[in-house]
Nanobody, 125 residues
């Protein structure tokens, strides 16, 4: 059973930075495509970023492009989301996900089979 555990969320001021991490419980996930999504109160879960298993391709939502960077370390089964220049509208619960179907990365949350429990990110103005 694949388990994903996020960490690194918290409270930060506008313009600040946070680095989220998502550790997987099994090395099998090292060959899965990985993604980050977020959900603000009263809104649907939305795509943030995704990365192929090899790390050779990345995709970002327009709202975070140029500010967020997704990366992965397959030696420790972890994917990261570096978030810079944070804005109040980035406030949400952030979820990591894994897609075993591959090989293309997807923005569709229904493509991902495994999810973490989420970590809260709050950006104060």
């Amino acid at each position: 059973q694949v388990q994903l555990v996020e960490s690194g969320g918290g409270l930060v001021q506008t313009g600040g930075s946070l680095r989220l991490a998502c550790a997987a419980s099994t090395r099998t996930v090292s060959i899965y495509e990985r993604g980050w999504f977020r959900q603000a109160p009263g809104k649907e879960r939305e795509f943030v970023a995704a990365i192929t298993w090899s790390g050779d391709a990345r995709d970002y939502a327009d709202s975070v492009k140029g500010r967020f960077t997704i990366s992965r370390d397959n030696t420790n089964n972890t994917v990261y989301l570096q978030m810079n220049s944070l804005k109040p509208e980035d406030t949400a619960v952030y979820y990591c996900a894994a897609d075993k179907s591959g090989p293309m990365i997807s923005r569709n949350r229904h493509t991902y089979e495994y999810w973490g429990q989420g970590t809260q990110v709050t950006v104060s103005s």
